[in-house]
């Protein structure tokens, strides 16, 4: 079994959840163990792309 820590950006889960809930359900179907790391902080890529 892998274990797969699962990041989901702050864009993907305002703008497309289901992206997400799909991505885990793939992982968990193909027997991965997932998790979703507490201490995962922003990636800024919202403020990088307005030119920040």
Known sequence: MHK???F???YLNQFYPEV????LQLLKKYGCEVSF??????CRQLMANNGF
Do not use: E
């Not at 997400?20 to 991505?23: G, S």
């Not at 790391?37 to 922003?42: A, K, M, S, V």
């Open 4 to 6: 797969v820590g699962l």
């Open 37 to 42: 790391p507490l201490n995962q902080t922003c």
């Open 20 to 23: 997400a809930i799909a991505t």
């Open 8 to 10: 989901i950006p702050c």
